[in-house]
């Protein structure tokens, strides 16, 4: 029984919980990113350049078989995702962290006035040239 009682403290710790919701919901999300490309942005693609699908596009050489129009329509739905994951995830997540974190941040480092690298407010000497800071 002790090792249930590990094993339960170990699946109870915060991490844990944590890392398999953000699993569940990593997966619920890719599905409907799948989705939007799969049922909207590629037939639109489609639409505008009359090829909704290139999984047939192949060649042969010295009869091997050569499907490059699978790798396309990968390469196509991997852009597609990516720009979308961009454009309405990304995006107005950055415009709502800058709305909310609006106020002018307080600096931490100043310029060290020789050789211009970056040291604490409270520094009195700069640790890159050894110039003293005032």
Do not use: W
Not at 51 to 69: A, E, Q, R, W
Not at 95 to 108: E, V, Y
């Amino acid at each position: 029984m002790k090792i249930l009682e590990g094993f339960k403290n170990f699946i109870m710790r915060g991490n844990a919980v944590d890392l398999a919701v953000g699993v569940v919901i990593g997966a619920a999300f890719g599905s409907v990113v799948t989705a939007l490309v799969k049922d909207l942005l590629t037939p639109f693609i489609g639409a505008i350049a009359k090829v909704p699908d290139f999984s047939v596009m192949s060649f042969t050489l010295n009869g091997s078989k050569f499907m490059y129009g699978e790798l396309i329509n990968t390469v196509i739905s991997f852009l597609l995702i990516t720009a979308s994951i961009y454009f309405f995830v990304v995006m107005p997540m950055n415009m709502l962290n800058k709305k909310i974190h609006k106020g002018a941040q307080t600096p931490t480092t100043k310029k060290c006035p020789e050789c211009q690298s970056d040291i604490p407010l409270a520094a009195k000497r700069c640790a890159h040239c050894t110039q003293v800071v005032a």
